[in-house]
């Protein structure tokens, strides 16, 4: 049985949308008009995904907050002895959300059609990511699924409140810098203009600071529209090229120059990769196997291609922390836990706690840093202002002493 995204108008001449589960197109139709509806278009629900359709990749997008929610209903109900598709259809008819409940119908197709419930996930790699599929895979496997659903779903939960407090770290900064900068824009072309025409009638000498005044407010007055353009334009232009993976690669390479920045992303970067090899590992993958799924989550593409490189290396015998080591990329602590892992038998335990580790001081070194930002603007404001009121206040006081 598929599932079926319908259109059609019911007896009033209103137009109606829809998901109907049914064996072929025509049962649908046929359905449809049991229930009073003519059928205008009907489609197939797993067949667009597959096949690459703009318009249903958009709408089959979910966010990682109903995911996770998602995964921890269905781990819910199949730990209850709930058959698959019966927890699929139970949790469809429970999601508000209409894109989710095409998904979860398709899958449930899929599964009753005999595919393994990893196959099926997979026809959505936008929605279900590698390590998503392989973790399932491993659960089918070993038949524990539901406590495999169930860490997937605590994984989830906390990689939304980790961008969650992020993002709510993020905003005072943001905002304080906006603020200021259109503040010192705003001074620089409307007020100080106003204020240095009182100068242009006396033939004395500008002190210099008043020179460099009158210059960068003339700049603002100008040719600020451009500058607020040329902004925007550059802005666009990069977005375009990073679609490039060549340029992406060089602008990885160039962060990892940065004396601080590069901490900052290897540390971001090493902590996804413990941290989805651990689900991996614990979950019944293979360790080889979860050091290539686990590449899929690094955003660096210099650390990504030298994990690679790394797995290839274990694949011929060499241990992962040696391996890992040779990158340069992991720090002595997390090599030193692996190493633990591998010779205690306890692998995906030691890589979560090297997450664990890794994240807390990923967000300590954020706090510090947002912690010195705010200081550091109002002293840059309080520069800048300083520099206006000096370039206004030398020359009258010049005025005063000739007078």
């Not at 781990?75 to 699929?88: D, H, K, R, V």
């Not at 705003?186 to 004395?204: C, R, Y």
Request: glycine fraction near 6%; charge should be neutral; charged fraction near 20%.
């Amino acid at each position: 049985m598929a599932a079926f995204e319908y259109q059609a108008v019911d007896a009033d001449g209103k137009t109606r949308k829809g998901l109907i589960e049914a064996d072929t197109a025509r049962q649908a139709r046929q359905q449809l008009r049991g229930m009073s509806l003519m059928p205008l278009e009907i489609g197939e629900v797993t067949s667009r995904e597959s096949d690459g359709g703009k318009g249903q990749n958009r709408r089959s997008k979910i966010n990682v907050a109903s995911l996770s929610l998602i995964t921890r209903q269905l781990a819910t109900l199949i730990s209850a002895g709930q058959p698959i598709e019966s927890a699929y259809h139970a949790v469809s008819r429970q999601t508000p959300k209409q894109n989710a409940k095409h998904v979860m119908l398709a899958v449930r197709a899929r599964v009753l059609e005999g595919f393994p419930l990893s196959e099926a996930l997979r026809e959505f790699p936008r929605i279900f990511d590698p390590m998503y599929c392989a973790s399932v895979h491993a659960g089918e496997q070993s038949g524990l699924l539901d406590v495999v659903m169930e860490r997937l779903a605590d994984f989830m939960e906390a990689k939304q409140d980790l961008q969650r407090r992020t993002g709510q770290a993020l905003i005072y900064p943001i905002l304080l810098s906006v603020v200021a900068f259109g503040l010192v824009a705003a001074l620089l072309t409307f007020v100080v203009p106003k204020i240095v025409q009182v100068f242009e009638g006396f033939d004395q000498e500008l002190p210099m600071v008043t020179t460099w005044l009158i210059a960068i407010s003339d700049f603002f007055k100008d040719h600020g529209l451009g500058l607020i353009i040329g902004i925007i334009v550059a802005i666009l232009i990069y977005f375009q090229l990073v679609k490039i993976p060549r340029f992406r690669s060089l602008r990885d390479r160039f962060y990892l120059r940065l004396p601080y920045v590069s901490y900052l992303v290897r540390l971001s970067n090493t902590a996804r990769f413990t941290r989805t090899m651990s689900i991996l590992v614990s979950s019944g993958v293979t360790a080889l196997d979860s050091m290539h799924i686990s590449t899929e989550v690094i955003n660096s593409h210099p650390i990504k291609v030298a994990t690679l490189k790394a797995a290839d290396r274990v694949r011929e015998g060499e241990h992962i922390s040696v391996a890992l080591e040779n990158t340069g990329y992991f720090s002595p602590l997390v090599l030193q836990l692996i190493e633990n892992g591998e010779a205690s038998g306890k692998l995906g335990e030691m890589l979560e706690r090297s997450a664990r580790a890794e994240e807390n001081e990923f967000a300590g070194v954020t706090a510090l840093f947002i912690g010195l930002f705010e200081p550091a603007m109002i002293l840059f404001m309080g520069m800048v202002v300083l520099f206006i009121v000096l370039a206004i206040l030398i020359p009258i006081f010049d005025m005063n002493e000739l007078v």
